[in-house]
């Protein structure tokens, strides 16, 4: 018979779980931009809003004295949002492979602009991104067994300070967060989510569902949750607009398979006649 974990670890297992999952979110959108030589399927100010909100958190963090790691990790999200920066000014100025190749106007066989390549995946998409995320998740658990066994006892009134520097901080990165998944979302209704990687959204739900839990796993004290509801509105909101743009992936791809299926029905006829 299995032994009930207590929220202690619970909370502690989620935690490792959220910070596994925030290492790697960003992974699958650079090598995607690095593969496809273009990061067109960003929004730039996606990319400044999430940016900002990670200075926020960076600097919130040093304001209330965390532990070096989460300081650490701040600064490493910071870093990943400056790559990605780099990357779609980076390929803008670069020449594009289209570019690059000599296209006979006079030849109707030849494309004008050549789409580029959707770099094939290992596995499909309804076994890749399920498979890579509960691999993730695995490793958070791993983490959390290696490093962090002892029994961690979590008072039913912990000690709670409201400090309103901490708090603004907290709600201006909360506020930084939910803002700059509007621009992304209105830009891939331009790009149908071309170029735009599938599993950074899938890590970055999984990484706030996790981290929320951990909150919660805590204490459900009103107070405790009071201080930390600027990270609460800020990672479960954040869930809902991402699930917004998974939606978009899902309608774009099953519009795009219809249009192929009309496309290929209207050759069929064609050959025919």
């Known amino acids: ?120 995946p290992l596995l499909p998409p309804s076994l890749e991104y399920p498979v890579m995320l509960g691999f993730v998740l695995l490793s958070g658990v791993g983490a959390w067994y290696i490093t962090d066994q002892d029994e961690v006892k979590i008072p039913e009134k912990p000690e709670v300070e409201l400090e309103w520097k901490s708090q603004l901080l907290g709600w201006m990165s909360a506020v930084l967060y939910l803002g700059s998944r509007i621009p992304q979302i209105v830009h891939n209704y331009k790009t149908r989510c071309a170029g735009l990687s599938l599993a950074m959204f899938f890590f970055a739900i999984s990484g706030n569902i996790t981290y929320v839990l951990s909150i919660f796993f805590t204490s459900m004290n009103p107070r405790y949750i009071l201080a930390n509801l600027p990270w609460l509105a800020g990672s479960g909101l954040t869930v809902f607009l991402d699930l917004f743009v998974l939606a978009q992936f899902a309608v774009f791809n099953w519009q795009d398979k219809k249009k192929e299926k009309v496309f290929a029905s209207d050759e069929d006829d064609d050959e025919e006649a």
């Open 1 to 120: 018979m299995m032994v009930p974990l207590s929220p202690a670890v619970m909370s502690n297992i989620a935690g490792y779980m959220s910070i596994a999952t925030w290492i790697v979110v960003y992974s699958p959108q650079i090598w995607e931009n690095y593969q496809l030589q273009s990061g067109e399927g960003l929004s730039v100010p996606f990319i400044v809003l999430w940016l900002l909100g990670d200075i926020t958190n960076l600097f919130g963090g040093i304001m209330a004295k965390l532990l070096p790691t989460m300081i650490i990790l701040a600064v490493y999200y910071t870093i990943c949002d400056l790559i990605l920066l780099f990357q779609v000014y980076y390929y803008r100025r670069k020449p594009s492979p289209a570019a690059r190749t000599h296209i006979d106007p006079n030849d109707e066989s030849t494309p004008l602009l050549p789409e580029p390549k959707q770099p094939k």
